[in-house]
């Protein structure tokens, strides 16, 4: 999700927010972040649309038991995407308390959220 923008504007609206790169370094492997994710009871913001199809990232997901948010939508500004997770978040916090872990949804450019 990046660094800066979309970070700084979860938490400007009032969302806490771990940024992966400001607790793990570059290039650690997903089943240790996710480990890490999962044990803290941490939802995953990811714009890889492409992470439940790959089976090593899907057990990894599975095995960490966390809930993932996929943002969807092509060529998306950091700023569009801050906005679409906003308008999105009570949505994924009420998916998040009623829905068992581990789950991924998407989270559309518009804030529509589904369960996939």
Known sequence: MGQRIVPDALRA???AVVVHDEVFPPGTPDRV????AGREGWLVLTKDKRIRYRA???D???RAGVGAFVV???NLSGIEIAQA???AMPRMLRMAKKTP???VAT???GGAVTHL
């Open 13 to 15: 609206a009032g969302f």
């Open 33 to 36: 972040w996710l480990a890490r």
């Open 56 to 58: 090593l990232e899907r």
């Open 60 to 62: 990894a997901l599975r």
């Open 72 to 74: 969807t939508g092509k």
């Open 85 to 87: 997770v906003i308008r």
């Open 101 to 103: 872990r581990p789950f």
């Open 107 to 109: 989270v559309s450019a």
